[in-house]
């Protein structure tokens, strides 16, 4: 495949991975309102204090980490790490393979 093809192809991706990151953004944020009508403010005040910034696997505190621009969250004590809704989609997709693996490799430590 010549240069141009392949860039009007790599561009045509670029695009397509754009609406379909924005169309997730908006289903998810749906999702979201429609729970968050369902529960009361002190429902969901309750629940935060006591789950804020905790590990889910083993309940130690998480630490909020910057990495390529987006905050994750990292148990010091099983080194899990978490992410909100969106950001692994923030994180891979419009990037190269090279780039991809190296943010995996910062992810898990390598």
Same mark, same amino acid.
């Given at each position: ?19 379909? &990151? ?87 430590? &390598?």
């Amino acid at each position: 495949m010549d240069e141009p093809a392949r860039a009007r192809e790599d561009d045509w991706f670029r695009q397509n991975e754009r609406k379909l &990151l924005e169309d997730a953004r908006k289903a998810r944020e749906q999702r979201e309102a429609a729970r968050r009508a369902q529960e009361t403010a002190t429902e969901r005040q309750r629940r935060k204090e006591r789950h804020w910034m905790k590990c889910p696997k083993c309940g130690h505190d998480l630490k909020a980490q910057d990495l390529e621009g987006v905050e994750i969250d990292r148990c010091g004590f099983c080194e899990g790490f978490f992410m909100d809704a969106g950001e692994m989609e923030r994180l891979f997709l419009n990037r190269t393979q090279n780039e991809r693996r190296s943010i995996f490799k910062r992810l898990i430590g &390598l």
